[in-house]
């Protein structure tokens, strides 16, 4: 199953009135997507399950909140009453269960409905014990949505992407307890020393305690997370194929040691001219300031909720704010492709041995 904070799986689908259906451009708009095996034969679950959403039909608006279906029954194609009205256009042939694999719908599984949010990520997954209670579900899932928010303009910003829940609470406390029991250390910034590129300590610079990610379980986990939820957005919104991730670090600023990270790009060493992307995922709340902050590109600040990342090019000028009460709790990946792939190899020689 997709689990709630999932990017879904963009697909092109057949229906009654297109063979050419891209869910990809219902974005901007709430949807509700069911999956059944069958809606068409006579006392099918799926059915029971349809009709039970169909008597939601005053919920549901072209502008606002979407309502469509995948059925794997070839006959349910023949079927008149489900390619004309309402439903004219809304059903999807799956026959050969490829959407429904993409979006991780079990096997055996009559009756599962995700509520998809405007962002095209999962909000909701909804497996009812019986099929006709899938209304009621939605009705839930619809009622627990927040509020819109008001439009507002914008005057300046950094080009970066800003991508809430990437890592569920769960996640986020075992990460900070994971730095809490290990042994930290001052990383350092790397800079170029004659020919060679080294790790320094400037405290002016940088005042931040790092830990690597030692356990394997969690390594996966943040790893599937990145895969699942960010790296499709990156795509998205950046054009850019990830496929590589440079370490697996969770950082801490704290206030009492005056944590910091002054202003710096991240590519301008011949040990980091790979890096394309650097990611900053909160991993707690409840501190003071600590914020990004893009001096390029105005005074706004950015501070993603805990398990939400900011996601910019390397080239940026960017700076972490001074922690000024509690810590923060941070992972602090860079991302590349194969091309970067091959200028790290390159430049490896030009790294010095405790750079890494």
């Not at 799926?46 to 039909?57: I, K, M, P, T």
């Not at 986990?221 to 939820?229: D, F, G, S």
């Not at 992307?277 to 003071?288: H, K, M, Q, R, T």
């Amino acid at each position: 199953m997709l689990a709630v904070g999932d990017s879904v799986p963009w697909f092109v689908a057949r229906s009654a009135i297109t063979d050419q259906f891209r869910f990809d451009a219902r974005g901007g708009r709430w949807t509700v997507l069911g999956f059944f095996t069958s809606i068409g034969a006579e006392g099918a679950p799926g059915r029971a399950a349809l009709d039970s959403v169909l008597r939601l039909r005053d919920r549901f608006s072209d502008d606002a909140t979407l309502f469509f279906g995948v059925t794997t029954d070839p006959q349910d194609e023949r079927r008149a009453a489900l390619t004309g009205g309402y439903l004219r256009g809304r059903l999807f042939w799956d026959t050969q269960a490829v959407i429904s694999a993409a979006w991780k719908v079990p096997e055996g599984s009559t009756t599962v409905a995700y509520l998809v949010d405007p962002r095209l990520t999962i909000q909701a997954v909804l497996c009812p014990e019986r099929p006709e209670d899938l209304g009621d579900l939605v009705i839930q899932a619809l009622d627990a949505r927040p509020a819109p928010p008001e439009p507002f303009a914008i005057t300046m910003q950094a080009p970066v992407l800003v991508r809430p829940g990437v890592f569920e609470p769960e996640l986020c406390r075992a990460l900070i307890d994971h730095h809490t029991v290990q042994e930290a250390v001052a990383e350092g910034v790397m800079v170029n020393q004659g020919n060679q590129t080294q790790r320094v300590i400037d405290r002016k610079q940088k005042v931040r305690d790092d830990v690597l990610i030692a356990d394997g379980e969690l390594r996966a986990a943040v790893r599937t997370r990145l895969i699942e939820r960010l790296l499709p957005e990156i795509r998205r919104a950046f054009q850019f194929q990830v496929s590589q991730i440079e370490r697996y670090l969770i950082a801490a600023y704290d206030a009492e040691d005056g944590g910091h990270f002054n202003v710096h790009r991240d590519d301008t060493t011949k040990g980091t001219a790979h890096r394309k992307f650097a990611v900053s995922v909160n991993l707690n709340d409840g501190y003071g300031g600590g914020a990004l902050t893009f001096p390029e590109f105005g005074p706004a600040t950015y501070t993603p909720p805990a398990g939400g990342a900011v996601v910019f090019s390397c080239s940026l000028m960017h700076r972490a704010l001074p922690v000024t009460a509690g810590r923060r709790y941070v992972f602090v990946p860079f991302l590349y492709d194969e091309a970067g792939a091959k200028v790290r190899e390159q430049n490896l020689q030009f790294v010095a041995k405790e750079a890494g």
